[in-house]
T-cell receptor, first 113, second 115 residues
Framework: KNQVEQSPQSLIILEGKNCTLQCNYTVSPFSNLRWYKQDTGRGPVSLTIMTFSENTKSNGRYTATLDADTKQSSLHITASQLSDSASYIC????????????FGDGTTLTVKP | GAVVSQHPSRVICKSGTSVKIECRSL??????MFWYRQFPKQSLMLMATSNEGSKATYEQGVEKDKFLINHASLTLSTLTVTSAHPEDSSFYIC???????????FGPGTRLTVL
């Protein structure tokens, strides 16, 4: 069964601190992995897209890593800001043509001043 | 990036009524649109996939007669929740993609509250 597990479920950090969110998956066959940021009451917005051959990809203060061998990904946020408070969702695409993907349950990040 | 809009953003209706939610791709032709439902503190759950001009493919457990999906054009898909009940209250999100690419662009979501 295709599964995506994210940890921690929730996280509270102080503004300016760094944090790392984890995503483990058992999805097969693997096409690509995406991290989304979803603000409360809004639709998800893509942060990074990683294919099988990519190990690291950055988007501003967001850096995603992928280890296809261990089927793990992480999203590192540096110098957190209050606006980073959101749910971060890991999504693994396993069937490109059919648009099949498996969503993680997300990590809720709260950045406090 | 590509823009997907949804209308309305919020809707409150009485139990037993039907509600229509629109999803539009504003600057690209969406050959495929997806409809998701998201309950509080949970992730998105795919309800159905629709290709322009074809019948929607529903995920297991989703009642096709209750959640009517129409994808009549390359820029518009609609989800109609028929005879809505309080348990249908949720956040409904659509996404759209072009061709066979696997990039989905999400709409801002519609908050449905059924009294």
């Amino acid at each position: 069964k295709n599964q995506v597990e994210q940890s921690p479920q929730s996280l509270i950090i102080l503004e300016g601190k760094n944090c790392t969110l984890q995503c483990n998956y058992t999805v097969s066959p693997f096409s690509n992995l995406r991290w989304y940021k979803q603000d409360t009451g809004r639709g998800p917005v893509s942060l990074t897209i990683m294919t099988f051959s990519e190990n690291t990809k950055s988007n501003g203060r967001y850096t995603a890593t992928l280890d296809a061998d261990t089927k793990q990904s992480s999203l590192h946020i540096t110098a957190s800001q209050l606006s980073d408070s959101a749910s971060y969702i890991c999504v693994v695409i396993y069937n490109t043509n059919a648009g099949k993907s498996t969503f993680g349950d997300g990590t809720t990040l709260t950045v406090k001043p | 990036g590509a823009v997907v809009s949804q209308h309305p953003s919020r809707v409150i209706c009485k139990s037993g009524t039907s509600v229509k939610i629109e999803c539009r791709s504003l600057d690209f032709q969406a050959t495929t649109m997806f409809w998701y439902r998201q309950f509080p503190k949970q992730s998105l759950m795919l309800m159905a996939t629709s290709n322009e001009g074809s019948k929607a493919t529903y995920e297991q457990g989703v009642e096709k007669d209750k959640f009517l999906i129409n994808h009549a054009s390359l820029t518009l898909s609609t989800l109609t929740v028929t005879s809505a009940h309080p348990e249908d209250s949720s956040f409904y999100i659509c996404s759209a993609r072009f061709g066979s690419t696997d990039t989905q662009y999400f709409g801002p979501g519609t908050r449905l509250t059924v009294l």
